[in-house]
């Protein structure tokens, strides 16, 4: 059986106690550490579970899902994912693989980030299309991701705005020279996000196109949902250009139009003060 | 302080390890009992959590707040919730009188409905707006729900439909004569809600409006998501009004236009038989 755990949002003890005890009987355990992290490494992981855990990396689930799914048929093997397994495609290729070697699998899932957003308050329901906020570089600086941001904001759905992790990068010269030598791994802020989204609504007003997001549009900042030093901040994106949020992993929402008083009265517990 | 639980979607052992090292702890343990259920009941949860549990429907929770949250300021009591603990709005409402009395509170999150349906393929990121099916009546047949849907579809995003769930109901006899006797549970079905969605569909027609969701409009029903005998079907819209997806809970996603190539593999693996 090929397992597929969820590892929620924040340290050793956010696995379920289903996870745990699969965890420990299954015969490998494979860490995913590409898509997320936690606040602790795999030393306190492999601490707490009592087990060694083999780190996949992405070249890893794509090129060797044979290795991983090895044995499967006949002995257990664990696939551990920060978050919920189904948060990226990746997951979904593993099951396949695993379906047509004829290894059954099952899921047991956590929270993840698309669902723990709830904790600022605003409504889930109420969430249009995720965007994902990609670093710029000097020649590669995508703005199609804002049409999304429009058309919810045009529907009133929030946007969550998933931002840019960076993990197992090389150089262009380490990359060209095919030397395995890494960057270190870079987390998006949402400090980055938000300059990134202003240059954007600069670019538009520029091109005389009326931006579907502004200065003072009410944004909401999160770090580290479900950690004890979890911070939400509750701001214009102005203010998120300059809001102190702390370590990784970051993540940003926009909202929409409209919003329930309930949800207003939910965010003024997390808002800005004046004159920061 | 109060502690807000998810406890997951399966059965006892899907709450998360720090989730149950709080309920062991503290003073007093509510278990909310109206917006969802587990596939086990509260003496099981009782008995694996070695702890004693009151139960909070709807109107303990909105009447007697305060009760709830008595001596929370110097002892710790837990508030647990099936799924995440911010899919419903009552519990910002009890977060929001926590903090009006100075009490302090933490969530520890766990999967809910709203991230675990990626288990059927469809991306997350792809949902628009999550829409509620609630059980028609002779006199009450609300479709404005419908509009969400399409607004989704224009904008080739999945709709997530939760399905009505009916706890603590009174008869309007019993209602109107003030006894508290209530109706045996009710929790709507895929056939159920398929049903009301092709008479909407029909009636749409018949105004002579262009539906947005047809017959032949790709579906996905879900039951039991998390727990050991889930069951995932795809199909046609009218397919979903006979498929057979045994006890509740039950939900429904009506996809959006197009699909990524991965997504249709994924729900390749569930489709129904031609012939049913």
Partial sequence: MLYLIGLG?????????KGLEVV?????????????VLTVGKEALEEFYGRKLILADREEVEQEADNILKDADISDVAFLVVGDPFGATTH??????ATKQGIPYRVIHNASIMNAVGCCGLQLYKFGETVSIVFWTDTWRPESFFDKV?????????????????????????LIK?????????????????????EIVQNQRKRGEEPAVTEETLCVGLARVGAEDQKIAAGTLQQM???????????????GGSMHPLEMEMLSLFSIPENS
């Fill in 92 to 97: 979904s290729d593993l099951v396949l693989r």
């Fill in 150 to 174: 429009k058309k919810n904001r045009q529907n009133d759905m929030h946007t969550l705005c998933l931002l840019d992790i960076k993990v197992k990068e090389q150089s262009l010269e380490n």
């Fill in 178 to 198: 095919g030397r395995k030598i890494y960057e270190p791994p870079r987390y998006m802020s949402v400090n980055q996000a938000a300059q990134q989204l202003l």
């Fill in 9 to 17: 949002l924040g340290d050793a003890k956010d696995i379920t106690v």
């Fill in 24 to 36: 420990r009987r299954c015969s490998r355990v494979y860490l995913e550490a590409y898509t997320s």
């Fill in 241 to 255: 250009c300059t809001v102190e949020l702390g370590e990784p992993l970051h993540s940003l929402i926009i909202t």
